[in-house]
Structures are given as C-alpha cells and as structure tokens.
C-alpha cells in the first residue's frame, strides 16, 4: 500500500488508544505543519503556477484538518497542548544531503512531503481499522482518503518538476531509508511515533 516498504505493527493502536489526548494533540500539529510545509513551497517556488494554485487549496484544506482535530479535542474537554516533536520527521529529513540547485531542493522537498502523507495515510487507515472508538474510526477514514491524494499529488509534482527517471530512484531510496527508520517506531502515542 502507498509504496511503503515496511507496515505498522498493528500494536501501535493499542498504545495510542491508551491516550487519546496525545494523540490527537500531536495529529492537530502534524496538520498544522502540512498546511505550513504548503505555504513554504509557495513562498520558495512562486513561479511554479500549478503547484501555487495546489499548494494554496492544499493550506487550506490541511487548516480544515486542524480545526477539526481540535475540535475532537474540545468536544472531549481538553485543550490543545504544546507542539511534540516529530523525530520521525527530523530522522527522514536528514536523508537527503544539503545544498544542490534549486530544483533539487524542490524535488526533494516534495519527496519528503509525499511520504510523510504516505505514511500519515497509513497510520489513518491502521486507527480507522483498529481503533476502539467509533468516532474516531469514522474521523480516520475520511481523513485517510485525503492523504493519500496528498500522497500522489505531491509525487505527481515531484516527477513534473524534476528529471522523472532520477526521481523515480531517490523515491526507492527514501522509500528504502523510512523503512529502516520506521524498525524503531510504532512505540509511542504519536502519529509517526
Ligand atoms: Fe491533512
Ligand atoms: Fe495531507
């Protein structure tokens, strides 16, 4: 599924349902740092039409995520905490080496991007699946479906805006890394934890 080499164990739900509040506290951020991650390559790339036009309605779109995460978490009595750290995020960036031209740095900012919507995808489908609250199990799968057009949007851009045939072999490359990565995860009450 999504490309991912190596899947979730499925125990991980068993730690999230154990506390839901940081979960859904770390999920409001993840989509407040999709919405951002859109805006920055509009900030970057302003020439590049399309992905302006996408990455505008992505922003958006990424925002209504949020609210609706933090409304689950008002509707539950809490109130939002500060931002977790994402060291699933902080390993895979380092993936890539720094510098290179423009383009390269856009490729590779949407190859990070399209597997982080990849694996956030997963993890939606994994909660949807396994979790033991209705509410959030129905939350999950309408979320799930639009990840993974995240997912493919930002691949689609990546092979439009780079050299297609050396895109398609970074992608197996970081493909390859995550899943490394992902041997130590799946041990804690965050989305990519
Ligand atoms: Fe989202
Ligand atoms: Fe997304």
Redesign the pocket.
Known sequence: MLGLKLPTDPRWVNIVEKNIEEILTDHAYCEQK?ASTAISLIIGFPEKSELVKEMTA?ARE?MG?FNMVHDKILKRGWVLGRERKDEYVIELMKFFPKGGSRQTHLVHKLLYAALI?AR?CERFRLLSEEINDEELSEFYRSLMV??AN?YTMFLKFARKYGDKEEVDKKWLQLLEYEAELMKNLGKKETMHG
Do not use: G, K, V, Y
Request: proline share 0%.
């Open positions: 999709a992505l990424e995520h919507e956030s639009s990840e995240h």
